[in-house]
């Protein structure tokens, strides 16, 4: 599958990105092969720790490149996207927020009670 991306800026921001660059096509496509090497790097760095410490089970790990250990991490069923993973932090601070402010109130009942 194949993503296709336009991108439209202002004639300010044009001359702006031809100050420093000669060519911006070429750019935003280097800067996006590097995001994606970046990406694949740290997905293949979680699916080798994985592997090793047994949480992925494969019959063979012979000489497997760096795309194909970021498709084994992504085909396992606890895997997370980013999206994923942002959403399930978001929720576990607001279950910790909660728990705090319980916290809180308790404490306060306890102090009022103790004032009295």
Not at 22 to 48: F, P, Y
Request: glycine share 4%; charged share 30%.
């Amino acid at each position: 599958m194949a993503h296709k991306l336009t991108i439209e800026f202002s004639d300010g921001d044009e001359l702006a990105l031809h100050h420093d660059l000669l060519d911006i096509d070429v750019w935003v496509r280097d800067m996006i092969a590097g995001k994606i090497a970046n990406c694949l790097t740290r997905m293949s760095q979680e699916a080798v720790v994985k592997l090793q410490s047994g949480d992925i089970d494969v019959k063979t790990v012979e000489a497997m490149d760096v795309g194909t250990l970021a498709l084994t991490l992504a085909a396992q069923p606890d895997y997370k996207n980013r999206a994923a993973r942002d959403e399930a932090d978001a929720k576990a601070s607001e279950a910790a927020a909660a728990v705090q402010a319980q916290l809180r109130e308790i404490a306060d009942a306890q102090a009022l009670s103790l004032q009295r």
